[in-house]
C-alpha cells in the first residue's frame, strides 16, 4: 500500500543558527502561522538566539542542539557550512525531519550519509534553495516549459553583491565555506540551469579573488556550461559588487524573443522583436522564504518528495566539484553522469 501520512497540527520548529540568514526566514514564518510553531532558537552564541526570543513570544532558548530535539518534529539548520552535515546527522538520527540550508554539505560522503540517513528513517531532508521558490524564477521556469519565446538556446544568470565577512568568520576559508563564491552563493544557480536546461555534457569555470581578497577562495565566479543539443548557460556571480546595475537578473534567449527575470525590480518580462517589452508577473523583491517552508511542511504531512531533496541538490555540487577539479587541472570538465539520468520527466530523481 502507498505510504501514508496523516496531517499533523501545527509542525513543532527549532531553528538552528540564529545568524545573518536566520532573520530572512523568521521575517515570513508568521506567513505560516496556522501550519508552523517555532519553540526554540539554538546558537552557540547565546547573544544571537536570545534576540530571535525577544522577538518571537513564548520560544526557548539554547547554545546546542541537543537541548531542544525531545521538543521538536523538525528543524531549521541556518550554520556555517561545514556544520551542516555533524548537525544535520544529530537532528536526522533523533528522528527529526531537517530543512537544510544551502549547500547541502562540503563533501559528497557527507551529503550522501545524509541521503541515505533521511531515507533510512523515512524523513524529509530539504535543501533551502529558496530561489527555486522564488515565483519570478518559477515563473520563467514555465515560459521556458511553455516554449513562449520558442526553444531556448542560451541562459544567462547574473549576481552581482558585495559580500566581506569579517576576520575570523567562517564564509572566508576554504575548509568552513567548502569552496569559494560559486560553491556558496553560485550552487543556487547552478541548481536553478539543471533545472532549467536539463542534462549538462560539459563546462568550465575561471574564478579569481583578485578585487575579493578578502576571499581564500574565488570570491568572483565565470561559469561556462554546454547542455545537450549544444544549448548553452552562463553564469557570472561576485561577492565583489561595490556597484550594480543588473543586480540579480536572469536572461533566457529562444528562438522567437527573449525572457527577463529582473529579479532586484521584481518583474518578469517577454521581449519579442519589434514589440515593448510585456511585463508577465510582478512580485516583491528579497526572499520567498514562505514559499519553500510552504513546500517543507507538504512534504512533511504528505510524504511527498521536496522539489530540492538531497538527491536533486546533489547533481548541482557534483557538477560544481567537476567544475574546479577541471579548473584546477587546466582542462574542461565532461559533466556527463552526473547521476541526472535517473531523473523523470518532473525533474524528480527515481531513485
Ligand atoms: N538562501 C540564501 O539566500 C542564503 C543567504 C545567506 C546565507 N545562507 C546560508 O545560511 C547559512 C548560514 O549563513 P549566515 O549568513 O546566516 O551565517 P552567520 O555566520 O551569520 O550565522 C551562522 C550562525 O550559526 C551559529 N553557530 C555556529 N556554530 C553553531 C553550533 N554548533 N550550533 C548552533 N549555532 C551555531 C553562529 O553563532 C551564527 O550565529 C549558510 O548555509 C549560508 O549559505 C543562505
Excluded at 92 to 121: F, N, W, Y
Excluded at 133 to 152: E, S
Aim: net charge negative; glycine share 10%; with cysteine.
Amino acid at each position: 500500500m502507498e505510504h501514508i501520512r496523516l496531517p499533523m497540527s501545527r509542525i513543532r520548529l527549532a531553528l538552528i543558527g540564529c545568524g545573518g540568514m536566520s532573520r530572512a526566514h523568521l521575517r515570513r514564518f508568521e506567513i505560516l502561522a496556522d501550519r508552523l510553531e517555532l519553540v526554540a532558537a539554538v546558537d552557540v552564541d547565546e547573544t544571537r538566539a536570545a534576540s530571535v526570543a525577544d522577538v518571537v513570544d513564548g520560544i526557548r532558548t539554547a547554545t546546542n542542539v541537543e537541548e531542544v530535539l525531545d521538543d521538536v518534529d523538525a528543524c531549521l539548520l541556518v550554520l556555517p557550512h561545514h556544520l551542516h552535515h555533524p548537525i544535520a546527522m544529530q537532528c536526522l538520527q533523533a528522528g527529526k525531519h531537517v530543512l537544510l540550508e544551502k549547500p547541502m554539505a562540503i563533501s559528497e560522503a557527507q551529503c550522501l550519509e545524509l541521503i541515505d540517513t533521511a531515507k533510512q528513517r523515512d524523513l524529509v531532508l530539504m535543501v533551502a534553495y529558496c530561489m527555486r521558490f522564488h515565483p519570478l524564477v518559477t515563473g520563467m521556469k514555465q515560459l521556458i516549459d511553455d516554449k513562449v519565446v520558442g526553444d531556448i538556446f542560451q541562459v544567462s544568470i547574473w549576481t552581482e553583491q558585495h559580500t566581506q565577512y569579517d576576520e575570523g568568520h567562517w564564509g572566508l576559508k576554504e575548509s568552513t565555506l567548502g569552496g569559494g563564491q560559486l560553491f556558496s552563493h553560485g550552487c543556487h544557480y547552478i541548481d536553478i540551469l539543471l533545472w532549467y536546461m536539463g542534462r549538462p555534457v560539459r563546462g568550465t569555470h575561471m574564478g579569481s579573488n583578485t578585487g575579493t581578497e578578502w576571499m581564500e577562495r574565488e570570491g568572483t565566479s565565470n561559469v561556462t556550461i554546454e547542455f545537450e543539443g549544444g544549448r548553452l548557460a552562463y553564469h557570472f556571480g561576485t561577492w565583489g559588487a561595490r556597484a550594480t546595475r543588473l543586480g540579480y537578473t536572469f536572461h533566457a534567449h529562444g528562438t522567437k524573443g527573449m525572457i527577463e527575470a529582473d529579479i532586484r525590480a521584481g518583474e518578469l518580462r517577454v521581449l519579442r522583436p519589434g514589440a515593448e517589452p510585456e511585463v508577465v508577473s510582478e512580485h516583491e523583491s528579497g526572499k520567498h522564504t514562505e514559499n519553500e517552508m510552504r513546500h517543507f511542511l507538504d512534504c512533511i504531512s504528505t510524504g511527498e518528495r521536496p522539489l530540492t531533496d538531497g538527491p536533486g541538490s546533489l547533481q548541482g555540487l557534483r557538477l560544481i566539484w567537476r567544475l574546479y577539479e577541471a579548473e584546477d587541472a587546466g582542462t574542461l570538465a565532461d559533466l556527463r553522469g552526473l547521476g541526472l539520468d535517473q531523473v523523470d520527466a518532473s525533474g524528480q530523481l527515481l531513485s
